[in-house]
């Protein structure tokens, strides 16, 4: 009676587990490959959604409404020709981490001084990305002169953060070709599924900032061709093959604003962990790294660059410091990859980015416990401070932050002694 009762609850919850997840493929939360919806009503009325929210840009666009039509057919025949053309550098394609410490602080800092003096985004006639519309986007633009901090400089400095973490996950050396935002999206702000033009190739959303009243969604496409949502808070970093991998937010923002900003780079061509300059000679004479010759891009590619990708001439082999491939590993629970790490050499252990954090830090943000206690037994040391200059938190006061009192990395901490210090505390 009782093993029913149970099965019965267990049934109920993984039935409405079940619902919840209804999988799709493209063309039923918005037009990805053709206006044709194919999923009837799993998502509710899409096929009249999606009328007023042309409707919308025709509207107000007047004279030029045909231009709304022009976009929508080119996001369309971009999202069918070129994924297929891409070469990808990751398994998945996308995945969601905390963003790294230094560029959430120049991000966060940004966005606190400025952001009571931020721009109403403006849109050529017909862009029909975001329902600007219908509600109005924003920007604290981080290459803005005259907001406090903004420009060229500070552009750098966070490409520069963010560089070494999308080079860990793709395993390829990179360089900068645009960044994007802040952007702060408004209640009802939809953002069309769509994929990024050339050479935005390698690239992360980070979550800056937002007040919603439920998570908004970014819904990316995965290897087999099923919609995910992914959410995200602020600090939350979405990495993701931007030219390959569908993404946008088709689903209304239930909220008062969502504020994010777009880091793009692209492959050099050379991977990561090459000693040598072999890979230069590999390299197509014309083509990027990233396109598959004899591809459906490779027309549309070629006419945007008559004078073919420009190869980087030979260099020595980049300076990879140890430092970003412990993080990584451990901000984003790769077991394996830390024990060839530590294999290969334990002091990367005990390494420092630019705010002081060691990979025991990130593994305790990510809350893994069996991770962390293999970096203390090999020889992490269980009280070191974030901070350059080790006046940041101690292991455990960081645990504290990010989990609850009853958390494995908070028991394990607390077990082997680490002390509780905060910031600042002497
Ligand atoms: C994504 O979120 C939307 C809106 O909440 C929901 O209707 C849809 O079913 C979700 N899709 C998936 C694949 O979970
Ligand atoms: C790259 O990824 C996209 C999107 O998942 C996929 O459509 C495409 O076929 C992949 N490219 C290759 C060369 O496999």
Redesign the pocket.
């Known amino acids: 009676m009782l093993h029913t009762f149970l099965f019965l609850i267990l049934l109920t919850i993984f039935a409405v587990h079940i619902q919840a997840q209804a999988s799709y493929g493209v063309d039923c939360s918005f037009p990805i490959h053709g206006k044709d919806f194919r999923c009837g009503d799993l998502l509710g009325d899409r096929h009249n959604f999606y009328e007023h929210f042309m409707e919308g840009c025709r509207k107000h666009y007047g004279s030029k409404a045909n231009r709304c039509d022009v976009t929508e057919n080119d996001r369309i025949a971009m999202s069918i020709r070129q994924?297929?053309?891409?070469?990808?550098f990751t398994d998945a394609?996308f995945m969601k981490i905390k963003a790294p410490t230094e560029v959430m602080s120049l991000l966060t800092q940004h966005w606190e001084t400025n952001k009571a003096n931020m721009k109403e985004e403006k849109w050529a006639a017909g862009n029909v990305y975001v329902n600007h519309w219908e509600t109005p986007s924003y920007l604290v633009s981080v290459e803005d002169q005259s907001l406090r901090g903004g420009g060229y400089n500070l552009k750098t400095k966070i490409w520069d953060a963010a560089k070494s973490t999308i080079q860990q996950w793709t395993g390829m050396e990179l360089k900068p070709t645009s960044m994007y935002g802040i952007r702060m999206y408004t209640e009802g702000a939809v953002l069309s599924p769509h994929v990024d033009r050339l050479p935005l190739v390698s690239s992360c959303i980070i979550n800056v900032d937002q007040d919603v009243d439920e998570p908004w969604p970014l819904e990316v496409?995965?290897?087999q061709g099923n919609a995910v949502n992914v959410t995200m808070e602020p600090g939350d970093m979405v990495l993701y093959?931007s030219g390959?991998?569908?993404h946008g937010r088709p689903f209304p923002l239930k909220g008062r604003f969502f504020a994010n900003i777009f880091i793009h780079f692209e492959p050099t061509g050379r991977p990561l962990h090459a000693t040598t300059d072999q890979h230069v000679d590999e390299l197509d004479d014309f083509l990027p790294p990233y396109l598959?010759p004899g591809s459906p891009e490779i027309a549309h590619w070629t006419s945007q660059n008559p004078g073919g990708w420009k190869k980087p001439s030979p260099s020595a082999p980049i300076q990879q410091a140890a430092a970003p491939e412990a993080h990584f590993a451990a901000a984003t629970g790769d077991f394996e990859r830390l024990q060839q790490i530590v294999k290969k050499d334990k002091r990367m252990l005990n390494t420092q980015d630019a705010n002081g954090w060691r990979a025991l830090h990130e593994a305790i943000r990510f809350g893994d416990k069996d991770i962390v206690e293999f970096l203390v037994k090999n020889g992490a040391e269980k009280n070191a401070r974030t901070g350059n200059v080790g006046q940041g938190s101690s292991p455990l006061n960081l645990a504290l932050q990010f989990h609850d009192e009853k958390h494995p990395v908070v028991l394990y901490l607390r077990e082997i002694g680490a002390e509780d210090i905060a910031e600042g505390e002497l």
């Open positions: 994924p297929q053309s891409m070469v990808n394609g496409y995965d290897r093959e390959s991998l569908i598959v």
